[in-house]
């Protein structure tokens, strides 16, 4: 039996106080097993960046529980949670969030460093994914030089860099056109195949959902499971 990866157990989200508070996620239910790849579909305002955000323990459930394998997430302290996410979640962002200052191939290697790997290993590897992702020209450029584009690549291959058990991904593919986006995101299904890990990609690119092992719809704060993309 495949293990859990991420499971929220009736988890609520609010915003505001008194009469002015939001129900943004609304007593949600999922788990997510080893090698499953899990689409997050919905209208603009659904609640998709707080789902991604509290998946990813950057913000905390208002109610509920969340579990990443074996450690109660709700649970841990500032420290842990820092670590966990250092160690354990790869965020691929809307926008890049690269670091200005660094070029490519350091923006990859700040993540091991940060995790204290050193010497050739990391080095090696920063070098394989940024092959993989067709960022080796670009290596020693920095993020101001680079399209849109290239500069979502970089942020992939750095979430990939200390091999997390989880990626959350928000519209990895919104820079990329489309040849390359359905090559970036088939590359995540196949990481997440071989490796046994798990990944959740909020998306509008109905394009990509094939990709996909389950499809989550997300309205009013609500889940529901699409069998299909025909649905969507």
Known sequence: MKSSKLLLDQVSKEFGDGDTTVNVL?????????????AVVGPSGSGKSTFLSIAGALLSPTRGRIWM??????????????????????FVFQSSNLIPYLAVRD?????AKLAGQHGQEPQQR????????????RRFHYPESLSGGERQRVAIARAW????????????????????????????????????KAAVMVTH???????????????????????????L
């Open 26 to 38: 609304d007593n949600i239910s999922l788990d997510i097993k080893s090698g499953e790849f899990v």
């Open 205 to 231: 690119d109905k394009r990509m959902l094939d990709l996909c092992d389950r499809i989550i719809y997300i309205e009013d704060g609500k889940l529901s499971e699409q069998r299909s993309p025909t649905l």
């Open 107 to 111: 923006q990859l290697l700040l993540i």
């Open 161 to 196: 860099m200390n091999n997390p058990e989880l990626i959350l991904a928000d519209e990895p593919t919104a820079s990329l056109d489309s040849e390359r986006g359905r090559t970036v995101v088939q590359m995540l299904a196949d990481e997440v195949k071989l490796r046994q």
């Open 69 to 90: 394998g074996d450690q109660e997430v709700t649970r841990l302290s500032a420290k842990k949670l820092n670590a966990l996410r250092l160690n354990h979640i790869g």
């Open 126 to 137: 920063a070098d394989d994914l940024l092959h993989r992702l067709g960022l080796s020209h």
